[in-house]
């Protein structure tokens, strides 16, 4: 079975400095999608960064970045020059394409991350 | 659209009563979703739209829960008599296409059940 696993359920970092929150995945798949959103109070999950696992460079979206190790299966997401805004929950999440099941989800626990002024 | 739109924002029933939530889904996208995320637990998929087929009913938590889309476009989730294990933030995604990599995501409708 496809699962995602966040290992950290809390974070917490000084704004401007640099954060990486964990991901780790399992799937015998050997082309896929990864994800991050992220959830503000707002409840709307907006997609961080996704990466496309065929590929070996890392994506990379201005202060967001993973670190992608697919022999692995980890997609951590490191955030720097951390910002007050960015405090939020943090899913990593895994399409589960399998047949019959179309382009769903799976989410990992999440990760709440706090920022400290 | 410009996104995906879920309505109600918020919804307090009384148990046993029947509640149907609406997402409108950004124009075009043939793909809709709807996720389940209860307090202390994850995200839970419920089920998925292909234009207006359902070929995976699976994640329905129960038979209470029902869904339909109409038109390839607005989805509504019905939850008949309701219970309080129900409450939850129900979120709906669209897709352009089933196997599209992004999936845009509503607001949700928190549901409180008392």
């Known amino acids: 079975a496809q699962t995602v696993t966040q290992s950290q359920p809390e974070m917490s970092v000084q704004e401007a400095e640099t954060v990486t929150l964990s991901c780790t995945y399992d799937?015998?798949?050997?082309?896929?999608?990864l994800f991050w959103y992220k959830q503000p109070p707002s409840r709307q999950m907006i997609l961080v960064i996704r990466q496309e696992a065929y590929k070996q460079q890392n994506a990379t979206e201005n202060r967001f970045s993973v670190n992608f190790q697919k022999a692995a299966k980890s997609f951590s997401l490191k955030i720097s020059d951390s910002q007050l805004g960015d405090a939020a929950m943090y899913f990593c999440?895994?399409?589960?394409?399998?047949?019959?099941?179309?382009?769903?989800?799976?989410f990992g626990q999440g990760t709440e991350l706090s920022v400290k002024p | 659209g410009a996104g995906v739109s879920q309505s109600p924002s918020n919804k307090v029933t009384e148990k046993g009563k029947d509640v149907e939530l609406r997402c409108d889904p950004i124009s075009g996208h043939t793909a809709l979703y709807w996720y389940r995320q209860s307090l202390g637990q994850g995200l839970e998929f419920l089920i998925y739209?292909?234009?207006?087929?359902?070929?995976?009913k699976s994640g329905l938590p129960s038979d209470r829960f029902s869904a339909e889309r109409t038109g390839g476009s607005v989805s509504t989730l019905t939850i008949q008599r309701t219970q309080q294990e129900d409450s939850a933030v129900y979120l709906c995604a669209s897709s352009l296409e089933v196997w599209s990599p992004e999936a845009f995501f509503g607001q949700g409708t928190r549901l409180t059940v008392v």
């Open positions: 739209f292909q234009g207006n087929s359902a070929p995976d």
């Open positions: 799937t015998s798949e050997s082309d896929y999608y």
């Open positions: 999440a895994y399409p589960g394409l399998e047949y019959n099941q179309g382009g769903k989800l799976i």
